[in-house]
Each structure stands twice: as structure tokens, then as C-alpha cells.
């Protein structure tokens, strides 16, 4: 069974730094597309980060510039580097995998909670 641990969240104050991590296994993770998405109370989800399995990243104008995605084929393991954290960043942070001509082959990670503080 195909498992997404998701690590690194916290609370932290304003303009501080986090990385999260989201480690999979049994998949063939090289070939998958990696993203981050975040969801705060009473809102819609949405994605923060996305590369694909090809090294294509795209980064919302909402935090381009203060986040960073990343990945490591060898660990099997996707990272979400934040900076310049803002309270509105506050969140739960979900990884998702995803491969397939319609993305049919998708995972979620159980999410990690963010809270910046003011």
C-alpha cells in the first residue's frame, strides 16, 4: 500500500523559515508529478507548488519567491521549502502525487499543520 508521511510542520513566527517533508513509498516515485497544496479553515484548498517528474516547477504569484519545491529521486521524498512566512500562510499542508495521462494515479499525504504566528 502506497504511503505519503508528511513531517516539518510548527508553529513559527512571522517571517521565519520551514521545510516540509513528504517521504513516499512503494511507488515508483521518479515518474510521478510532486505537489503541495494547503488548506486553512473555511477556505478552498490550493496549490502552493508543483514539479513535475520532468523537473517543470510552477509556483503560484500567491508565494513565488518565498517557497520552493524540491525533490529527491534517491530518498523518495518531496520538499516544500517556505520562507518569509506570513500568518496568512497558516494552514494544513498536503503533499499529492499524481501520474497517468488524466493524473489517475493519485496520492495525498495526511497533511501537516502551519500556524505563523503575528
Known amino acids: 500500500q502506497v504511503q505519503l508521511v508528511e513531517s516539518g510542520g510548527g508553529l513559527v513566527h512571522h517571517g521565519a523559515s520551514l521545510r516540509l517533508s513528504c517521504a513516499a513509498s512503494k511507488i515508483p516515485f521518479r515518474v510521478y508529478s510532486v505537489n503541495w497544496y494547503r488548506q486553512a479553515p473555511g477556505k478552498q484548498r490550493e496549490l502552493v507548488a508543483g514539479l513535475t517528474s520532468g523537473g517543470v516547477t510552477h509556483i503560484p504569484d500567491s508565494v513565488q519567491g518565498r517557497f520552493t519545491i524540491s525533490r529527491d529521486d534517491a530518498k523518495n521524498t518531496v520538499y516544500l521549502q517556505m520562507n518569509s512566512l506570513k500568518p496568512e500562510d497558516t494552514a494544513v499542508y498536503f503533499c499529492?502525487?499524481?501520474?497517468?495521462?488524466?493524473?489517475?494515479?493519485?496520492?495525498w499525504g495526511q497533511g501537516t499543520q502551519v500556524t505563523v504566528s503575528s
Open positions: 499529492r502525487l499524481a501520474a497517468g495521462w488524466n493524473d489517475e494515479y493519485e496520492y
